[in-house]
Every structure is written in structure tokens, then in C-alpha cells.
């Protein structure tokens, strides 16, 4: 059969006939073994491929000390304008403690025996509190008074919580009771001294402890722990004596206090 004029023949080269183009590799194929006759082939070559994008994307990032520094420098601005806007507060509104006085003072049933070191009696005191704010009122909280002679405690009460207008003045009452407490031989022997005076006084101090908070429309201050001293209350017994007496304040009055933050 005879071949068309149209068709090439093949060239007759020795070597092997080329891959179909549908079966063709993206990289050269290597020559056959019998290309090199004498010597050994050469190892393949390593074939390299771009990284995946999501291994680099797993990389962990590094900080940006910039960014860490400007958010550093936003908090610590807050912080002092918070403070300033607080100070400027305070400042215009100039919170004062209250004034306190003692005005009155009843004993009944004052018994103090020596040769036990005991001590019974019933106060009944009465104190005025003044608001000299005008533009604050004042909550109390968590009100405890005491009745000393010297470093001993005779007596302490709580008292209920209240809330003080500005300007204003109060009464608050406390009432103490005494039933055989112990009292020293030093507290035994200077109110034996003070009974032994001409007007019978013995000189007794009173303290309150109270939760404190400034208030003046929304704006309200943090609690504070206010304490209150009223030294040397005179309270003249009657008659001098130990036994059962009954006893008033003397002096002026009102006994002035002394309160600190």
C-alpha cells in the first residue's frame, strides 16, 4: 500500500520517538540509560514547588511596640483626667466634717467597788451634730460610741444609721450601761481623786466611730472612717459618793468634740 504525498515520513534518528502531547511533563524527561554507555546516570533532580500561602500565613506575627505605647499613653491619659476632674470636684465643693458637741448627760445608778475593781452605772448622753456644708449632706454609717475613763472602756452602744441635710443640726442620744465591768486599780483610784474634788466631777471621754460619705446631688464621695474624741466630760456626781450616785454634766456646754478623718 502506498503512503500519501500529504504524509512526511518519520526521520529515522536512533533515539526514541517523543511523547504524545497529551502525556507530555511539565519538565524535560530525562535521556534513557543507554544514553550514557559507560558511565552511571545521574540522580534525579530535587523539584522545588512554591510554599503553601497557609503555612507562611501561620507564622506568628510579632507586636507592634508602637501600637503597645499609644495604648499605654490612652490609659494613663484617662487615669489623670479622672483624677484632675475629681480634685476639681473636691475643691469646689470643699466637703467639712460635722461639728459634735455632748450637750447633756444623765448618770443614774453609778456603783464603783474598790475591793473588786467594778464599776456600774447608766449614761444617758446626748449629742448634737451640725452639717456646716451648704452645698453636701452627709450619710452616717455603722455608728459605735464609748464611754472611757482613761485607757478603760466603761461602756460602748451602736447606733442606727442616719443621713444629714445641709445646714442642718441634729440631736442624736446614746445610751450607755454598765454592769459590774472591771476597771483597773489606776482608773479606781483617779475617779476616787476626782470624787474627792469640791463639785464631785469626775472626768469621763466619749467616742464615736462612724462610716462617713459626702453626698451633693449624683456626685457622692467613697465612705470614710471618721473618729470622733470628746475629752474631759465633766460629770459631777451627787454627793461625792460611790454608792448609787447620780450624776450631770457641768460646765459649759456644749462640750466640744474633736473629729478627724
Known amino acids: ?10 526521520v529515522v534518528t536512533g533515539y526514541p520517538a517523543p511523547l504524545a502531547a497529551a502525556a507530555a511533563y511539565p519538565y524535560p524527561a530525562p535521556p534513557p540509560p543507554s544514553y550514557y554507555p559507560n558511565v552511571a546516570p545521574p540522580p534525579p533532580q530535587p523539584q522545588y514547588y512554591p510554599r503553601p500561602y497557609a503555612a507562611a500565613a501561620a507564622t506568628p506575627h510579632a507586636y507592634n511596640p508602637l501600637f503597645l505605647r499609644r495604648l499605654l499613653s490612652v490609659f494613663v491619659a484617662l487615669f489623670l483626667l479622672v483624677g484632675l ?23 443614774s445608778g453609778f456603783n464603783l467597788s474598790a ?14 451634730v451640725h452639717n456646716p ?3 453636701m449632706g452627709i450619710y452616717y454609717d455603722h455608728v459605735t460610741a464609748a464611754v ?8 460602748e452602744a451602736s447606733l442606727a444609721p442616719f443621713y444629714q441635710e445641709k445646714g442642718n443640726t441634729i440631736a442624736v442620744r446614746a445610751r450607755f450601761v454598765a454592769v459590774g465591768e472591771y476597771v483597773d486599780s489606776d482608773a479606781v483610784k483617779g475617779i476616787r481623786s476626782d470624787q474627792s474634788r469640791g463639785d464631785g466631777s469626775v472626768g ?3 467616742s464615736v466611730l462612724a462610716w462617713v460619705r459626702f453626698r451633693s446631688g449624683a456626685w457622692r464621695t467613697r465612705w470614710h ?16 459618793t460611790t454608792s448609787s450616785a447620780s450624776g450631770y454634766l457641768v460646765g459649759s456646754t456644749p462640750k466640744k468634740c474633736v473629729a478627724n478623718l
Open 148 to 155: 472611757h475613763y482613761g485607757t478603760e472602756t466603761i461602756s
Open 204 to 206: 469621763f471621754q466619749v
Open 85 to 107: 476632674t475629681v480634685f476639681i470636684v473636691w475643691l469646689v465643693l470643699r466637703p467639712r466634717l460635722p461639728e459634735i458637741g455632748v450637750t447633756s448627760v444623765a448618770v
Open 133 to 135: 456644708n451648704r452645698k
Open 1 to 10: 500500500m502506498s503512503s500519501s504525498s500529504g504524509d512526511p515520513k518519520p
Open 225 to 240: 472612717t471618721m473618729r470622733v474624741y470628746c475629752d474631759d466630760v465633766p460629770i459631777g456626781l451627787k454627793n461625792g
Open 115 to 128: 475591793s473588786e475593781q467594778q464599776l456600774s452605772a447608766d449614761f444617758d448622753l446626748n449629742l448634737t
